[in-house]
């Protein structure tokens, strides 16, 4: 059964605790692999508390870019990246990927709460049993990843990035294994829960991107570079199905390289 | 019908075994019949039991040891490229000298007793082991590290925390393997020089056209290798319960699952 989520009640009532909100800017980013330079020279700023989509072709670096904000490049050089407040970046930022990454002998609670034991420190249980309610997941405290669901497993995962309650969340196209009901889902919840937060979100879909962004960029060439970006009004997550989000959707695939093969005005 | 099928199943070797004695009119000495091996096992059961206990706690010892030295070498590669570049060249080496070659220089450094099996025991157990438990530390998910990379965690307890547990279901398969040749390396100690176990039971009796008894030691010994086996893959599953959920199709376990299965 699909769990449905009303993104107006939600612990997000009771104010949590909620870090500053920082900007983090990236300036002449350079990565080449094998002598292949993904990119150089690259500019990134991410303003506080919003959501930023990264849009792309396969390959075209753009995982590589977040796995560079997020410290899991070996190699990357002339990187000057830094937080809007000046302090240190590495120990802010939180990692959400493709995969679920749940450890299969861990429960979902323990799953949520591998943080803080990978840094020695005191499992905050009660913490965690909130943040499992808030995705909907209460009674599920003791379940194996096996047995969940993917969408389950990564409202787990989301679960566990709220865990680590830090004010940047990089995410490397979370939602893109799910079923269609299951990322809109997710893609609300995310929305509500990570309200607050400076997100880098990675994906191959521009309606998602058109949906959660703030602003959408996309990323092309080799090495890559960003095209002009998309700058959306109103708080996501918006409605798709409007004329400007049609030609906008329009304008992406085209950015992308899709060939649009079908008459003009169908 | 489960439980059936393997007493079905020996009841078949057994009547294969009368007929080609019957067949072929070989020599008692050479196969003696399905009765006289019977009655040799009931004639002689203090005597194999005894022995039995002796190779038993040979292998037991060798494997519990072996088993703590193979993980213990694993996790010292794994901890550090330094130290695996000084050990590993030792687990290849172990593996390379011929085990059997090394039972008569054991059996003068250690005795007739019991240690110089349990060091065969221990060397045929060790690079299983060792080789898979390390082999499952290096293969962890990288989409883990990444993740535990991002929530600043030590080398040490990513160790601890993620790459030991992922590799346990490795070492558990590791463990089987032990658990199989386990057997082989008291055995041979026995019968390069031993005053007591079903290797030295098997030699002596031999030695003194006891065939019956001979073929009773043999039986006796399969006995333990296979219920030692089920004892480990049951201890295996144990140390990994997510996998029954994870896997039902368990590969590792094939030998297993299929017996269990009936």
Redesign the interface.
Known sequence: MLPTFNPTDTITDSPTNLPGAIGVTLTGARLAYDGIVLFDGLDLTLAAATWTCLLGKSGVGKSSLL?LI???TAGATATDLSASDGQPL??R???M?Q?D?L???LSARDNIL??S????RKAPRDRADELLAAVGLSGRAHA?P??LSGGERQRVALARTLM?DRPVVLMDEPFSALDALTRHNLQDMSVTLLRGRTILLVTHDPLEALRLGDRVLVMDGEPAHFLPEITLPRTPPRPTATPEMAALHQRLLAQLGVEQDWPEGA | MTWLRPIIILAGLIAVWQVVIWATQVEHFILPAPAAVASALVDDWDLLLDNAGITLLEIVIGLVLGILLGCLTALTMAASTRARAWVLPVVVASQAIPVFALAPVLVVWLGFGLWSKVAMALLIIYFPVAAAFYDGLRRTDPGWLDLAQTMQASRWAVLRHIRMPAALPVLGSGMRVAAAVAPIGAIIGEWVGASAGLGHLMIQANARNETPRMYAALIILALVAVALYFLVDRLARRMTPWQSVTDPSRPANAITNAASKG
């Open positions: 796995r997020a410290g899991l590495p120990s930022i939180a990692y990927a995969q990454l450890l299969p002998w591998l943080g034991r990978l840094r020695g194996l096996a047995t680590e």
